[in-house]
T-cell receptor, first 115, second 113 residues
């Protein structure tokens, strides 16, 4: 199956800084990318859906100016957490769907810790 | 919120026992999927059951689906210590575009020797 990588796998930053998380599909054209956030011991919550070459669609309650998503190519989608605060500390996971419902390609996740 | 509920939230069993997790959801679905997540890691797809199916097996996994009750169950038979993980159900609704997965709250399974 396709491989989706995320970089970095973990990052620690100071409050107020911005962090960019990259999600790459290595052998698959990711037309659509879903971004999730998972707080400790909680479930995955969908943040936004991005389509290559167009603006992302954000879920209710997710600030689009704080979580900037760029999907400029079929192999790369990025999520930038701007002016990060400790409450943004979370596990961020990207997902791109395959050709069928059985095919869901998840990135391994990025652990963000904001001090 | 469209998120499904899972119970129990946490389950602790001994190796060799069976583990049953339940998932309830709110909307009409295309299919329902179960995933496993080891601590701090990504998700692993376990099994998919379509809305017109009632039961499905895969190795030691057995999944049931009752669309009238909007519920599903995952049974892991003869559990092993390596099954220790969090398990999530995820429903897929037909959005007309790429399939949107909505995850349940998850069950943390601990299998002890």
């Amino acid at each position: 199956g396709a491989v989706v990588s995320q970089h970095p796998s973990w990052v620690i930053c100071k409050s107020g800084t911005s962090v960019k998380i990259e999600c790459r599909s290595l052998d698959f054209q990711a037309t659509t990318m879903f971004w999730y956030r998972q707080f400790p011991k909680q479930s995955l919550m969908l943040m936004a859906t991005s389509n290559e070459g167009s603006k992302a669609t954000y879920e209710q309650g997710v600030e689009k100016d704080k979580f900037l998503i760029n999907h400029a190519s079929l192999t790369l989608s990025t999520l930038t957490v701007t002016s990060a605060h400790p409450e943004d500390s979370s596990f961020y996971i990207c997902r791109t769907p395959g050709l069928g419902d059985n095919e869901q390609f998840f990135g391994p996740g990025t652990r963000l810790t904001v001090l | 919120s469209q998120q499904g509920e899972e119970d129990p939230q946490a389950l602790s069993i001994q190796e060799g026992e069976n583990a049953t997790m339940n998932c309830s959801y709110k909307t009409s679905i295309n299919n329902l999927q179960w995933y496993r997540q080891n601590s701090g890691r990504g998700l692993v797809h376990l099994i998919l059951i379509r809305s017109n199916e009632r039961e499905k097996h895969s190795g030691r996994l057995r999944v049931t689906l009752d669309t009238s009750k909007k519920s599903s169950s995952l049974l892991i038979t003869a559990s092993r210590a390596a099954d220790t993980a969090s398990y999530f159900c995820a429903t897929v609704s037909n959005t007309g575009t790429a399939s949107k997965l909505t995850f349940g709250t998850g069950t943390r399974l601990q299998v002890t020797l």
